[in-house]
């Protein structure tokens, strides 16, 4: 067997780097990890700084950051991994999900834009940590219902006007989308890669990722979980159950 891989040309492992300064939740998220054949826990580490490092000599798939850590935070970790252009094995930019608590929202949109991909809540479903594992590690960007609730509400509370009229800027950006682009941003929200995508409306991977790269332009944010934080501000995914 390959370093990485499964036997008789199974896809590779899904490689992943653990940052967390509680080690009891490092335990438990490694334990969830390890529940998936598909993924193997590379490093794992207590400290943001360690982290930067870890990656560049790993070069894993996916990093789980948690959002505060001594040395350096999460979101400093990320922009740091994103500043040096760490990469994978294959030469793509690693996966980043960010572990958040309750009353951490100011931290989740400064990651927003600190090059994170994925956002989790720590008392989340272990089902949700490997699906965001796998969505990051496939290209896409994965919010957990519960982190997309908090920020959208996040948002209202904080920036000028009512709920109503958030949602009402949310889709008057959305509005300027062609119909295509806005079907694209409603599955990009809710986890899918480029090539889930491609597959679910008929075109080739090639043509989903210029609809997203027109998205991204579009609407002005920087990446897919930016997007993807309007999408659901706008009204076109559902918020969770309950």
Do not use: C, W
């Amino acid at each position: 067997m390959s370093d990485g891989g499964l036997e008789h040309g199974a896809p590779a492992r899904i490689r992943v780097l653990i940052a967390d300064d509680e080690p009891m939740v490092r335990a438990g998220v490694r334990a969830v990890l390890a529940t998936d054949p598909g993924i193997e826990i590379v490093a794992e580490t207590g400290d943001g700084r360690e982290a930067v490092e870890l990656l560049r000599r790993h070069r894993p798939d996916v990093a789980v950051l948690d959002i505060r850590m001594p040395g350096i935070d999460g979101i400093t970790a990320a922009a740091e991994i994103r500043r040096v252009g760490v990469t994978t094995r294959t030469g793509a930019a690693p996966g980043i999900v960010m572990l958040t608590t309750f009353g951490e929202d100011d931290y989740i949109l400064r990651a927003l834009s600190g090059g994170a991909n994925g956002f989790l809540i720590k008392s989340g479903e272990p089902e949700e940590l490997i699906a965001g594992v796998r969505a990051v590690a496939d290209g896409a960007a994965y919010l957990s219902p519960k982190v997309a609730a908090r920020v959208v509400a996040h948002l209202a509370a904080t920036r000028s006007g009512g709920p109503a009229d958030r949602r009402a800027a949310a889709q008057r950006q959305v509005a300027g989308l062609t119909a295509r682009e806005r079907d694209v941003l409603t599955l990009v929200a809710g986890g899918l890669s480029n090539s889930q995508i491609a597959r679910r409306i008929g075109v080739v991977e090639g043509t989903v990722k210029a609809h997203v790269s027109s998205v991204l332009a579009r609407l002005g944010v920087a990446n897919r979980a930016a997007a993807a934080v309007l999408a659901h501000e706008a009204g076109l995914v559902a918020g969770p159950a309950g």
